[in-house]
């Protein structure tokens, strides 16, 4: 059975409790603070008993004997997501009969380890200016956008599964489009480019137009492609002088992904937002940036030519 945590709290099919629930991606469970339907979720709270301020993780262990979490902070991309000391109290609470497991490698990416950590100390400037060359892994940076949307197009022809992301950096315009296919306007203007953003929110990398729109990240968390091309927003630059990314509050869209968010916590989860673009593709990753300062920097890393 494949469930949403909504549905395990409500115990729509009133199983009482389950033997065992799997919960992937556990990292984005929520908990009581920006949330869209704060109704429904004190409803389920009042259902099974549990205070105001009980997160969905609660719901899991009230609704099950034995659970398996896969658990990543560093995909945390929201503040409603549940907070890492509280996900690792109520885990220790449970530690007499749970086993922690590290996984230590990584099969979605043919860059492996290596390639995630390499991406991880770019996006956190902590890797000084050190460059990997990746031979088994298609690395590229563009200088145009128009360029990096054909090719994504031309390799979706030929093996599938090959989108454009991007961080929320534009409004999202084209909400409600009924013909996807043929907008009267656009959400994204790069250079001479235009693009709407993920037309559906449900299975979206599957659905009949999104190899010509570009998805955010609430969309490709989670799934495998062949080839990303990521867009680094105008909501994200790299300042030269202090060697640190910097955040533009004003420019980035996600109001419930920046609702309650102090400076410092906003970061995290914008890089950690690109952290997880730039690791979902399984062949290789392509990159642009709309701010110049970035773009600088991040070509010298993610541009695989030896004398970049």
């Not at 799997?22 to 009581?32: G, Q, Y």
């Not at 301020?53 to 560093?74: G, H, N």
């Amino acid at each position: 059975m494949i469930l949403s945590p909504k549905e395990v709290g409500d115990d729509i099919y009133h199983v009482g409790k389950y033997d065992l629930l799997v919960v992937d991606e556990s990292h984005r469970l929520h908990r009581r603070k920006s949330l869209s339907q704060y109704p429904a979720y004190d409803r389920i709270n009042a259902y099974l008993g549990l205070g105001q301020e009980a997160t969905e993780l609660d719901w899991i262990y009230k609704r099950s004997k034995m659970q398996v979490l896969f658990y990543d902070p560093a995909q945390s991309v929201r503040p409603s997501d549940i907070d890492r000391d509280y996900y690792l109290s109520k885990v220790r609470l449970h530690l007499a009969t749970s086993k922690p497991i590290v996984l230590k490698s990584q099969l979605r990416c043919l860059g492996g380890n290596d390639y995630i950590d390499y991406v991880k100390d770019v996006l956190y400037c902590r890797i000084g200016n050190k460059k990997k060359i990746f031979r088994d892994y298609d690395l590229r940076f563009f200088d145009h956008v128009e360029e990096m949307a054909n090719l994504i197009k031309s390799l979706d022809k030929t093996m599938k599964l090959c989108r454009l992301v991007a961080g929320y950096g534009w409004k999202w315009l084209s909400k409600g489009i009924k013909d996807p296919m043929h907008p009267t306007d656009y959400d994204i203007h790069i250079e001479n480019s235009e693009f709407i953003w993920n037309s559906t929110y449900k299975d979206w990398i599957n659905s009949p137009n999104s190899v010509n729109e570009v998805g955010c990240i609430h969309t490709v968390q989670g799934y495998d492609l062949n080839y990303c091309g990521v867009i680094f927003g105008p909501e994200i630059d790299y300042d030269p002088v202090t060697r640190r990314m910097v955040i533009y509050k004003e420019h980035y869209f996600d109001n419930l992904g920046k609702a309650g968010t102090n400076p410092v916590s906003l970061q995290e989860y914008i890089l950690n937002i690109y952290a997880t673009l730039m690791t979902r593709g399984i062949r290789g990753t392509f990159v642009y940036a709309c701010n110049p300062n970035l773009q600088q920097y991040l070509k010298h890393y993610f541009d695989q030519n030896e004398d970049s």
